[in-house]
């Protein structure tokens, strides 16, 4: 089994900051890409940020220059630095993490389980 376990979400004010993590733990030969996807009430769920194993990274219009992604390899973990916060950032943050079981096996999809940011106005 492969597990994704998110943290760092909560309450903050716009302006503020929060950093999530996400770590991925069980049966793990590597991981490729790793990311971040959110989804607000009555909305459609949304890439945030992506980064490869090689640390190339893509972000979503509406978060460039304010959030950065951060991978570390050794921990099997990535992070969510999110700055200058705004409440349209507000909702539930999923990890994914795209990962190979064994040498030469097929990547899988795993997501973690979301933690919630609200950002007040």
């Known amino acids: 089994q492969v597990q994704l376990v998110e943290s760092g979400g909560g309450l903050v004010q716009a302006g503020g900051s929060l950093r999530l993590s996400c770590a991925a733990s069980g049966i793990i030969f590597s991981i490729n890409d790793m990311g971040w996807y959110r989804q607000a009430p009555g909305n459609q769920r949304e890439l945030v940020a992506t980064?490869?194993?090689?640390?190339?990274?893509n972000y979503g219009d509406s978060v460039k220059g304010r959030f950065t992604i951060i991978r570390d390899n050794a921990k099997n973990t990535v992070y969510l630095q999110m700055n200058s916060l705004k409440s349209e950032d507000t909702g539930v943050y999923y990890c994914?993490?795209?990962?190979?079981?064994?040498?030469?096996?097929?990547?899988?999809?795993?997501w973690g389980q979301g933690t919630q940011v609200t950002v007040s106005s």
């Open positions: 980064i490869t194993s090689g640390g190339s990274t």
């Open positions: 994914k993490a795209q990962i190979q079981r064994r040498p030469g096996g097929y990547d899988y999809d795993t």
